[in-house]
């Protein structure tokens, strides 16, 4: 893997942003961490296994959730990286040819969600098979969300993504202005959330945080960013604001759940807005140097070996810790379980664990990275619908974040399984022209046809 790496590091134009790869690498690897260091099981003075939290003992871990919450990050990269390929396409596309923002819609579409089917039929598999084997339903939703959380990321992102052709062109003809307005658009969305108690509106944040984050990255790749000076004073500015709405306002400075169920995250508010912004000036301040340190051959390899298994590494890294807990609860009668979050002996442990976590993930990276590269043909845009293309991201984005937020298990039926949860991303990719379903309702006509 490493010499295919490296080949593949060395082809690479002299031309591309390594920093943007990098960014991508590191805030992935910074979530798998923070689940990895936030979470943990263990078990109480009766022998009950507990479901414990670093946030709930410990009030200055709240602190590090400004480090690990990086999903800002992922989104400004996903910016600069959807404006070269949407600009791409535009550039290459004949006049009045129909069908291209279908095509590339579809193709990113694919990339991301090609590496997320297998964890869902094995969980899909897993809820039903430990739900005949009689596991109490509790436990068996408890792994399946624990181990399936990271997809809503996946729901936003394929949202956000879905705006790109808009956003683009906002930017062209607004510049900053295109940017700016999410700013009081997420003002007024927390106004009424918190001030007013309007039920739902609080989703519309996963928007306008995320889309105002994205809109940076065009900024970036435009070279607004390109004076280190302009970044720190952004950084400044966006941290004193952060500060001011957390430490001395309104907000809990954790950017994740809060003990009080407060969350800064799910659904997003104006401070995760903030910390995202601090979070830009910050890694473009760096850039530079960045650069520079990527010249070097060895580093710049090791980023695009993480960047070629990076969805397999977010999508199972939770699995690998519920296969760990489930081990030690079961089999070792709850070996290595017994120190409570946040206290001495276990913070002493958390480096043993982590290797043991890695050591779990290594042989689902080995299996499951090949998806991230493995894209069969995807159906031309004159003979996918517009309405077919806009029904399966909706369909995709309603399983996903079904999946994150319900969970797969059902507490009722037969099955244990909620099937229209699991089902729905694999309709939605069929309708997008790829995916198992699809395979498998191609080969049936073919061979009935045949």
């Known amino acids: 893997m ?7 590091a060395q082809m690479a134009p002299p031309e591309r942003n390594r920093w943007v790869d990098f960014l991508r690498a590191v805030s992935i690897m910074a979530v798998v961490v923070g689940h990895w260091l936030m979470a943990g099981l263990y078990v109480d003075e009766t022998g009950a296994l ?23 990050v992922f989104f400004l990269v996903g910016g600069y990286s959807n404006g070269v390929s949407w600009e791409a396409v535009l550039r290459k596309a004949e006049p009045g040819q129909v069908g291209k923002y279908r095509d590339w819609l579809a193709s990113r579409v694919q990339r991301l969600i090609t590496p997320t089917f297998p964890v869902l039929m094995l969980w899909a598999v897993l809820a039903v098979v430990l739900t005949q084997a009689g596991l109490p339903r509790d436990q068996i939703r408890m792994a399946t969300e624990a181990a399936l959380i990271p997809v809503w990321f996946l729901a936003v992102y394929l949202l956000v993504t879905a705006f790109t052709p808009l956003a683009y062109g906002a930017w062209k003809r607004f510049g900053w202005l295109s940017f700016a307005w999410f700013i009081p658009a997420a003002m007024l969305t927390d106004w009424l959330r918190f001030a007013h108690d309007v039920p739902y509106v609080s ?54 759940s809060a003990p009080d169920g407060f969350s800064n995250s799910l659904p997003p508010t104006c401070a995760l807005f903030a910390l995202g912004a601090v979070q830009v000036g910050l890694v473009l301040a760096l850039e530079p140097l960045g650069r520079r340190m990527l010249d070097n051959l ?32 079961m089999a070792l009668g709850g070996f290595g379980l ?5 206290s001495t002996a276990w913070w002493l442990s ?23 590269r493995s894209f069969g043909p995807i159906r031309g845009g004159r003979t996918v619908p517009k309405a077919r293309v806009v029904a399966g991201v909706v369909l995709i984005c309603i399983g996903l974040g079904a999946t ?34 699809y ?4 080969r049936r006509r073919a061979k009935s046809e045949g």
């Not at 001011?244 to 907000?251: D, K, L, P, W």
């Open 2 to 8: 490493w010499a295919k790496a490296r080949e593949l």
């Open 50 to 72: 507990q479901r414990g939290d670093l946030l709930s003992v410990s009030e200055w871990a709240h602190w590090l959730t400004w480090g690990f919450q990086v999903m800002p």
């Open 203 to 256: 989703f519309l944040n996963f928007l306008w945080v995320f889309l105002g984050i994205h809109q940076l990255g065009f900024a970036w790749r435009e070279g607004k960013f390109g004076n280190p000076m302009f970044a720190l004073a952004w950084f400044a500015v966006s941290l004193a604001v952060l500060i001011a709405i957390t430490v001395f306002g309104f907000y809990p400075v954790s950017m994740v």
């Open 298 to 329: 060895t580093i710049w390899t090791a980023t695009v070996l993480m960047n070629g298994m990076i969805m397999t590494i977010f999508l199972w890294h939770l699995t690998a810790f519920v296969l760990v807990m489930t081990v030690c609860w």
């Open 338 to 342: 017994d120190t409570i979050p946040g």
């Open 350 to 372: 958390r480096p043993l664990w982590f290797a043991i976590y890695i050591l779990a993930l290594l042989p689902m990276i080995a299996v499951f990275a090949k998806h991230e």
């Open 404 to 437: 994150a937020g319900l969970t797969i298990a059902s507490p009722e039926g037969v099955t244990g399984l909620r099937i229209w949860v699991v089902a729905a991303p694999f309709v939605g990719a069929a309708l997008l022209g790829f995916g198992p379903l």
């Open 439 to 442: 395979e498998l309702l191609t």
